[in-house]
């Protein structure tokens, strides 16, 4: 296998390079990237009533995104033997803002949603090069505090988008939700150009186009057939929803054989050869499905069920991003020092106990709770993830970074739009259920409420089994110490 080999140069090659300026220019670039993906939550029950589509609709902007995202993650182990990273990143902006244009001046949701996707499609070729860039600038004992920093990006912009897109709203309109990053992202491009370097090798791998046509048939099956469950009254009885996920999960498994035999893979799976990095992406997918779909339910239902405000609403999830954002660095310093079970395993049993405490809201439950579980998760997870992925990362030679990176890079995302769609639709089936057994005739306000409740705390009940399986992952989880040959 000659792909990564030659594609990524060794740190030491890179000893005189100025780091600052380089993660600099991906830290603001990604920032507002990666914002956009739980930037139009609090927004989702506007556009719900000014595009006149459902919940299983709408989540459709959310999902989109990171669908869209997953699919192109896959690519850019290959593409990044294709293209320099200053080409990679200015390209992957340039994307980004055209979609963000598109989004804001949208006349209807399916032009919002055409908007959205390429938007995704720059953040997608973003995320890769921003951990790519990290291994290759950075030796395996200092790389804990620059994944931290990398971490802030990652973790504090979703959870920042919420509060972000609640005070836009509240002073605004939800257009200005995309008008107002267009200037950011520009600096970004303007920035990178003057600062960014070049710091991984052009190889110019083979294309495969077989093997991209089956990893996106692959997941972006699975992804549309989750998603497509909430909509309609048949669910996941229907034949565009296991179909679409049967085909996916076919295609993933054609595309997974095909790279074992191919000398130079777009994705190499032998990565998974590695027990730490196995262990580390189930891991990893449970917490992003954590995440995201509870980003997604609690501002649905604090505006659904409680009647507050979008700015209210996201006011209550400010605290617990600025939490967040503030403890990743700090988890990866702590990483690089006492290694990822101090981290991860409390991370896991804590987010267990806040899965159980979501469980119990209802419609009188005061807001102060809301923020003190929603900081509780946002603790959680950042002593979980960025520690657990740099572990796992450490263990792969300096061949397979580009494939780690970029399998670990889509599967969270595959992960976040299946929980979003999984737990919309839970929350969705659970609702009319809740309804159909409770309720006589025109439903009432406080029906509503209270089948949302009702929907909500179904949702976090399946969350907390997949918690409790993160819990168990973590007690095989030990540090690696130096990265072998798989």
């Given at each position: 296998m000659h792909t990564g080999s030659n594609q990524i140069n060794t740190v030491g090659a890179h000893a005189d390079v100025k780091r600052a300026p380089i993660m600099i220019?991906?830290?603001?670039?990604?920032?507002?990237?990666?914002?956009?993906?739980?930037l139009l939550n609090v927004a989702l029950t506007q556009l719900m009533v000014e595009f006149q589509v459902g919940e299983a609709t709408v989540q459709w902007l959310s999902t989109g995104f990171m669908l869209m995202v997953g699919i192109l993650i896959p690519v850019s182990a290959l593409l990044i033997s294709w293209f320099t990273t200053r080409q990679m990143f200015i390209g992957a902006m340039t994307l980004f803002t055209i979609g963000t244009l598109i989004s804001g001046l949208a006349p209807n949701f399916s032009v919002l949603l055409i908007g959205r996707l390429i938007q995704a499609s720059g953040t997608g070729l973003l995320l890769p090069i921003m951990m790519n860039t990290i291994l290759v600038l950075f030796p395996p004992e200092k790389r804990g505090g620059a994944m931290g920093m990398m971490g802030l990006v990652i973790m504090f912009a979703p959870a920042l988008g919420p509060t972000?897109?609640?005070?836009?709203?509240?002073?605004?309109?939800?257009?200005?939700?995309?008008?107002?990053?267009?200037?950011?992202?520009?600096?970004?491009?303007?920035?990178?150009?003057?600062?960014?370097?070049?710091?991984?090798?052009?190889?110019?791998?083979?294309?495969?186009?077989?093997?991209?046509?089956?990893?996106?048939?692959?997941?972006?099956?699975?992804?549309?057939?989750?998603?497509?469950?909430?909509?309609?009254?048949?669910?996941?009885?229907?034949?565009?929803?296991?179909?679409?996920?049967?085909?996916?999960?076919?295609?993933?498994?054609?595309?997974?054989?095909?790279?074992?035999?191919?000398?130079?893979?777009?994705?190499?799976?032998?990565?998974?050869?590695?027990?730490?990095?196995?262990?580390?992406?189930?891991?990893?997918?449970?917490?992003?499905?954590?995440?995201?779909?509870?980003?997604?339910?609690?501002?649905?239902?604090?505006?659904?069920?409680?009647?507050?405000?979008?700015?209210?609403?996201?006011?209550?999830?400010?605290?617990?991003?600025?939490?967040?954002?503030?403890?990743?660095?700090?988890?990866?310093?702590?990483?690089?020092?006492?290694?990822?079970?101090?981290?991860?395993?409390?991370?896991?049993?804590?987010?267990?106990?806040?899965?159980?405490?979501?469980?119990?809201?209802?419609?009188?439950?005061?807001?102060?709770?809301?923020?003190?579980?929603?900081?509780?998760?946002?603790?959680?997870?950042?002593?979980?993830?960025?520690?657990?992925?740099?572990?796992?990362?450490?263990?792969?030679?300096?061949k397979y970074y580009p494939h780690g990176t970029a399998i670990l890079n889509t599967l969270q995302q595959v992960a976040g739009a299946i929980g979003v769609a999984l737990f919309i639709s839970i929350m969705s089936n659970s609702r009319t259920n809740y309804l159909s057994e409770n309720v006589q005739g025109e439903p009432s306000v406080q029906d509503f409420a209270l089948s949302l409740t009702a929907g909500v705390q179904t949702s976090f009940k399946v969350g907390l089994c997949f918690a409790i399986v993160a819990l168990v992952l973590t007690f095989f989880i030990k540090r690696v110490k130096e990265p072998k040959d798989i």
């Open positions: 220019a991906l830290i603001i670039g990604a920032f507002f990237a990666i914002l956009n993906e739980t972000l897109s609640g005070v836009i709203i509240e002073a605004l309109n939800w257009r200005w939700l995309f008008f107002s990053v267009v200037p950011f992202a520009l600096f970004s491009i303007l920035f990178a150009f003057i600062f960014l370097k070049n710091v991984t090798k052009v190889t110019k791998p083979k294309v495969d186009v077989i093997s991209i046509i089956l990893s996106t048939l692959g997941f972006g099956g699975i992804v549309f057939g989750f998603s497509s469950a909430g909509e309609g009254a048949s669910g996941w009885t229907h034949p565009e929803v296991y179909g679409t996920i049967i085909l996916g999960a076919l295609s993933l498994i054609l595309f997974v054989l095909r790279q074992l035999k191919m000398e130079e893979p777009i994705l190499d799976v032998r990565t998974f050869r590695s027990p730490m990095f196995s262990i580390t992406t189930i891991l990893l997918i449970i917490v992003m499905m954590s995440m995201f779909s509870t980003m997604i339910l609690i501002p649905m239902f604090l505006q659904g069920a409680m009647a507050l405000t979008a700015f209210a609403a996201g006011l209550a999830l400010l605290p617990g991003g600025l939490l967040n954002g503030l403890m990743s660095p700090i988890m990866g310093k702590l990483f690089d020092k006492f290694g990822p079970t101090f981290l991860v395993r409390p991370g896991a049993i804590l987010l267990v106990v806040v899965l159980i405490l979501f469980t119990t809201i209802h419609t009188e439950t005061p807001i102060y709770v809301f923020v003190v579980y929603h900081c509780l998760l946002m603790v959680a997870i950042a002593m979980m993830m960025m520690p657990a992925q740099t572990n796992a990362l450490n263990e792969l030679p300096p």
